[in-house]
């Protein structure tokens, strides 16, 4: 089964009304590939204005969400708002959210379930430490972060994992295509013996980590590697080649 190239760009806590507006403007000009699915994930006072001016295909996630309805949760949004507002995706997990906030496992796995029984679509990031690859842990510590998830839900249909080692984002230390390939493959295998070979073959697993122009096209012509997450490249016109990796 041919699975879809996925191209997400998080904007992180950057930009402004109008670096949002560049951005999708830019988006929205340019010649994308058909093939690809687009998704940008601004900071989520941005939500609205981006999904209101997204066009080309390109579809709006949000950053993080929270797995309980609505209610006494000062600064959280609620997967019914999400929905409200058809917001379609979020991104759950990312390093920056288990690091600098402290959100274990166990929490990125109720927040997937809470978002995947609303009916939003999950960016699932998970990746190790630069401490963890060296101590021979990668995959361990990648499986771990699959399999609280997978101790909550069935169904991998919506979602996409994203595997982001933590020592290449935002550091321009990217991944060698070999390392990428090598961790890629080892979770596609720990999906086919621990969720199904059906989810195996079906979920798209993203790269994350330090990705660019430069570096995209090498790492696309990898057979596990069906697309990417992007941070700080997001944010630049080149992004579009990014998206553009497989032509
Ligand atoms: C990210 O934050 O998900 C990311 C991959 O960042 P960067 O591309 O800047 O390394």
């Avoid at 010649?31 to 579809?59: C, H, Q, R, W, Y």
């Avoid at 070979?197 to 980590?209: K, N, P």
């Amino acid at each position: 089964m041919a699975r879809t190239f996925f191209v997400g760009g998080n904007f992180k806590a950057n930009g402004s009304l109008k670096s949002i507006e560049t951005i999708v403007s830019n988006l929205n000009a340019a010649k994308l590939d058909p093939n690809t699915e687009v998704v940008i994930a601004p900071p989520s006072i941005f939500l609205l204005s981006t999904a209101a001016s997204a066009s080309n295909g390109v579809k709006v996630s949000a950053q993080n969400v929270f797995d309980k309805p609505d209610g006494a949760w000062t600064g959280e949004l609620t997967t019914k708002m999400l929905i409200d507002h058809n917001i379609e995706w979020v991104i759950l997990g990312h390093s920056e959210r288990r690091t600098i906030f402290k959100e274990s496992s166990e929490f990125i796995a109720e927040k997937t379930k809470a978002a995947l029984d609303a009916g939003l679509k999950v960016i699932l990031c998970i990746g190790e430490t630069l401490q963890e690859r060296e101590a021979g842990q990668t995959l361990n510590v990648c499986c771990e972060q699959l399999k609280a998830v997978a101790d909550k839900i069935n169904d991998w249909s919506n979602v996409v994992i994203a595997y982001e080692p933590v020592w290449a984002i935002g550091t321009g230390k990217v991944a060698t295509t070999e390392q990428a390939q090598e961790a890629h493959k080892g979770i596609r295998d720990w999906l086919a013996s621990t969720v199904s070979s059906q989810a195996a073959e079906a979920t798209r697993i993203l790269y994350g980590g330090s990705v660019t122009e430069k570096n995209c096209k090498e790492l696309a012509t990898q057979p596990d590697i069906d697309g990417f997450l992007v941070g700080g490249a997001s944010l630049k016109p080149a992004f579009v080649d990014i998206i553009n990796s497989k032509l």
